[in-house]
């Protein structure tokens, strides 16, 4: 993997992306990563998911950057469409090469108002840490099977800001969203997306699902520039949003 930008500090290697020395969020809740792939046409799935446009470079990010962070956000319908299962700790051979030491499996964080989850969904029932399943209150719990936490957050849909003091209460400090373009959109215009880390995959795929946002509230927010890697003719783009990006708006 070759580092483009910036071209006057050398890439130590994927390990680099855990540095959580300046991942600091504003006070009260935790430093909030999402991670993306699209194409070059801006799709962000094929066939109704995401794997066709990923590579095995990508999935190394991937992978290094759930060891880099507390908990995986998500929302349901990517939870349903990408059959999450439950993190693990990144595999012994990662690990080390990365950390030289074995990481902690993130907790799994499900967003849902419905609280529709097909009995099957690996998440639910699959071994590793118990997931959190985060509802709007009043919402139907009666289906889902005991091994998950649920916790009830605003009405309507579950407060984001709320969800995301509650985890940092839990000891949470770097949150790392994996989508989908709806919930991505909504920490967008609450201007909750502190560091956007896009792989932009080589290929043009129209269709319609388009867009890593996907249609909620237009709101601009300026970020930086923060890194570029190129592999396999992928680029790894990453944006930050820290304080002086946050007072051009
Ligand atoms: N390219 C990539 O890197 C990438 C990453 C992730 C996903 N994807 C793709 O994106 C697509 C799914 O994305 P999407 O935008 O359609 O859906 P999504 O954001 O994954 O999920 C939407 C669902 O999440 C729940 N939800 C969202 N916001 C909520 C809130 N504030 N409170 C409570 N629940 C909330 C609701 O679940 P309920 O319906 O249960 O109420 C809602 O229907 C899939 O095709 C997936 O493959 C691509």
């Known amino acids: 993997m070759n580092q483009l930008f910036p071209p006057e500090i050398s890439f130590a290697g994927l390990a680099t992306l855990l540095d959580r020395s300046d991942r600091q969020a504003p006070t009260g809740r935790p430093w909030v990563m999402a991670n993306m792939v699209a194409s070059a046409d801006g799709a962000y799935a094929a066939s109704g998911v995401s794997r066709p446009l990923s590579s095995p470079d990508d999935r190394e990010i991937f992978s290094a950057l759930r060891a880099s962070a507390d908990a995986v956000f998500v929302a349901a319908g990517t939870a349903r469409t990408e059959r999450y299962r439950r993190p693990t700790p990144v595999p012994a051979l990662a690990a080390e090469r990365l950390l030289n030491t074995p990481t902690e499996a993130p907790r799994l964080v499900v967003l849902s108002r419905s609280l529709s989850l097909a009995e099957d969904q690996p998440f639910l029932t699959g071994p590793g840490q118990e997931p959190l399943l985060m509802h709007p209150e009043g919402a139907d719990t009666a289906g889902v099977p005991s091994g998950v936490e649920l916790r009830a957050m605003g009405s ?33 215009e609450l201007d909750l997306i502190d560091e956007l880390f896009l792989s932009v995959a080589p290929m043009l795929v129209g269709g319609t699902q388009v867009g890593i946002l996907g249609a909620q509230a237009e709101k601009i927010r300026p970020h930086r520039l923060h890194r570029v890697l190129e592999a396999n003719s992928f680029l790894f783009l990453t944006y930050r949003r820290d304080r002086e990006e946050r007072a051009l708006d």
């Open 156 to 188: 309507g849909g579950v407060d984001l800001e709320a969800a995301l003091r509650s985890l940092y209460a839990d000891g949470v400090r770097v949150v790392l969203c994996e989508g989908g373009p709806t919930l991505l959109g909504q920490l967008n």
